[in-house]
DNA sequence: TATGAATGAGATTTCATTCAT
DNA sequence: AATGAATGAAATCTCATTCAT
C-alpha cells in the first residue's frame, strides 16, 4: 500500500476500529462491509481504498493483536508458589483481560472454526499456539511429571480465553474482579494445590 | 408442524443429520441450505418443508444438545479427593468428550455472541447456564470458601470446552487421551491440589 | 371427466366452496392451492384428482355464476316509469346483491385485467358484455336519443358491480338497504328523471 | 431512506415509471420485480436500493395517486342543473378520465380486496372514501331528501371508476368520447332528470 | 378415492465489489 | 481522497404440480 498522509491514516484508522466493534457484536460472518462503513461514517468506495476486502481489514486488526499478545506472554514471569509469584499471577492475568476487553472479538473469531481453514487462518492457529507455547515454558517450569505441561498451558490458556469472553459477551454474570481473582486461583491451585498445603482427605 | 409419519420422521432426521455434519464442518453462517439438502440427498422444497429456514433447523439440533447435556450433567456425582473419585471425573470428561465430538459445532455455535443477541440465543446461553449450575453444586461441596465455587465451575466448563473445541478442530495437535488425562489432572489439582492435597477444609 | 359416485361428487363440491370463499378472502393470485386444500379438509392429491389446476377450478366457478347471471338478465322485465316499474327495478337489484353475495369474488375475479389476457379472460368478458347486451335491449326501449343506450347499459352495471363490491368487502360502510334503494334511485332517475317530473331549475 | 442526488432520484423515477406500466399491463400480482428493473433498464440490485419490495414500490405509487385523486376533487365546483354545469361537469369526468389513464392500475389495485386487509390497504379505502365525501358535498347540494346522498356519490364514483376501467382494459369496445359524454349525461340525469329536469328542492 | 411427501423451476433478496464523478 | 450509485452472482424461499402408497 501507498503512503498515507494524515488524513488517510486516520480514515484508515477509523475504519479498523469501526471493524473491531462489528466484528465484536455480530462476529465475523454477520458482518457487512456497510455496517464498518456506517460506524466510521465512510463510504463503500472509501472502504476499498484502504483494504481490499472485508478480510483484509481482518487481517490487519489480527496483525495488532498478534503482536499486543506477543508482549503480553513475554511479560510473563515464572511461576512461583509464594503470596508474590501468586500477586504477579493475578496482576498479569489482569493484563490478559485489558487485552481481551479491547479485541476480543478478533481473537475469538481468528482462532473460530469458521475461518480455521482458509490459509489465513493458520495465522490464528499460531496465535494461540505461540501464545500457549510462551506460557508451556513456564508451566513446564513447576509442573509435576503426572501432567503434560503442554496440554496443560492449553488448558489454562482456554480457560483464559473462555471466560473473559463469557463476562465479555455477557452471556454470564460475572463481575470482572471476581473472575480475575477466580482465574488467578485456579490456575495457581491447578498448578501447586490452592495454598501449597500438603495432602489431606475430607472426612 | 403437523404430525409425520415415517417416512417424514426419517427425511426430517436426515436434513438434521446433514444440518449437524455441515455446521461442524464449515460453521454456522457458512453452511448453505445447498450443502445440507445436497448432504441429506433432498431437495430445496424437501428442506422448506420441515424447518422454514436454517436457524430452525439449527434450533431443532440444539434443542436435542440441550436435552443430551441436561443429562450428562446430571450424571456427575460428587467430586472425591480420591483415587476413585478421581477415575469418576475422568470417565465424565470422557463422555463429555464424545458428547462434544457429536455435536460440538452446534454447542459453539450456540454460545457464540453471532446468534446470542436473539431471543434465541438467550437459550444458548441458559443452555450453559445450566450446565455450569450442576457442576457448581459439585465444586461448592468441596472448595474453600476463597474461590467463588460459581466462577471455579464455570472457569471448568470453559476449559472443558475450548480444550475439546482445539483437538476437534485440529487447531492444536492434541492426542484425544492425553487431552482427557490433562482435564482430569487440571480440575482435580484445582480442587485438591496437584497430587491430591485437599484445600482447607470449609469452615 | 370420468363419471363421479357421490363420495366423488361432494369432494369435488367441498373444493369448489372452498375455492370460492379463498378467492374471495384473497383474490385468484394470492389464493394457493394449499389455502384451498386446507379449507375443503383435502389434500393436494385430491385437489389434482379433481381439477388439473387452479384456473380449472376456478373456471368450473365461473360457469356456474354465468349460468345464474343470465337467468338473472332475463327476467328484467321493460323499464317503466311508473310506481310499479320502479319497484320491480328495485327488485330486481336485490336479486343482483344476492347473487353478488355469493359469486362477487368470482364475479369480480373474473373480469380483472390480471387474467384478462389469457384465453379464459375472454370468458368474463363475454360473461359482462351478456350481461350488459341483456340490459341494453331494456334502456334501448326508453331512454332518449341522446344518450348511448350501450353506454348507459354498461355505466350501470359498472354501478351496481362495484357498489356491491365496495358494500361486500366491507370498503365502505353501507346498509345493504340503503344500497338497495338508492341503486335503483339512481338507475331509474339516470333514466327518467328522479320522479319523471318536468325540468325546472333551482332558485 | 437517505437523500438522494439528482442520478439517485432519476433512477427511483425511472423505476416507479417502470413500476406502474407494469402494473397496468399485468397487474399487481402477475407483476414480477424482474419485469420492472427490465422495464427501467436497471438490475434486481438497483431495485432493492430503492425499494424495499414490491409492495413499498406499490406504496409509493398510491402516494402519488392519492395526492392527484386529491387535487382533482377538489376542483368540482357546485353542480348545476344549467347547460354551464352540465359542460363543467363533463370537462371534470374527462380530467378524471385522464387521470386513471396514467393511473388506472394503481387505483384499481389499491381497492381490490387482495391487497385490502394489510394495515397499507386501509390507504386504499380511505382514498376512496375521501375522493367520494367530496363528490358528497356537492351532490348534497342538490339531491332530493329521498335518496342518501353519501351513497348516490358513492354510486357515482363506482361508476366512474368501473367505466373507465373497461374502457382502459378494452374489455368492452367504448368511444373515450362517448364514454365521457354517456358518463356525464347518466351523472347529470340521475341528478337532475334525464333532460335538465330537477328533481323537486329539498324542503 | 384419498393422501402425505417430494420436487424443482422460478421468484425474491442480499451484499461484496466496481464504477463514474 | 472521497463518495453515492450500480451491479450481478449467489443465496434464500415459494408453490403448483407429480408421485408412491
Not at 486516520?10 to 454477520?30: E, P
Not at 481453514?117 to 506460557?135: A, N, P, V
Not at 490458556?157 to 481473582?181: C, K, P, S
Request: overall charge neutral; charged content about 25%.
Amino acid at each position: 500500500m501507498r503512503e498515507l498522509r494524515a488524513r488517510g491514516r486516520n480514515t484508515r484508522r477509523k475504519l479498523l476500529d469501526a471493524g473491531a466493534q462489528v466484528f465484536a457484536t455480530k462476529g465475523y460472518h454477520a458482518t457487512r462491509v456497510d455496517d464498518i462503513v456506517k460506524l466510521a461514517h465512510a463510504s463503500h468506495g472509501t472502504f476499498y481504498l484502504y483494504f481490499s476486502n472485508k478480510e483484509e481489514l481482518f487481517r490487519a486488526l489480527a496483525e495488532e493483536v498478534a503482536s499486543e499478545m506477543h508482549e503480553l506472554a513475554a511479560t510473563l514471569g515464572p511461576l512461583r508458589s509464594t503470596p508474590d509469584g501468586r500477586s504477579e499471577l493475578r496482576a498479569w492475568i489482569e493484563q490478559f483481560a485489558d487485552l481481551y476487553e479491547r479485541y476480543g472479538a478478533v481473537i475469538r473469531t481468528w482462532t473460530e472454526a469458521e475461518i480455521g481453514r482458509s490459509e489465513f487462518g493458520k495465522l490464528g492457529t499460531d496465535l494461540l499456539t505461540q501464545f500457549t507455547r510462551e506460557l508451556h515454558r513456564r508451566v513446564a517450569e513447576v509442573t509435576t511429571s503426572e501432567m503434560e505441561a503442554g496440554v496443560v498451558a492449553l488448558a489454562l490458556v482456554a480457560m483464559l480465553e473462555r471466560l473473559n469472553y463469557y463476562a465479555l459477551t455477557q452471556q454470564v454474570r460475572i463481575d470482572r474482579d471476581a473472575m480475575i481473582d477466580t482465574l488467578a486461583s485456579v490456575t495457581y491451585a491447578s498448578l501447586f494445590g490452592s495454598d501449597g498445603c500438603a495432602p489431606s482427605t475430607r472426612s
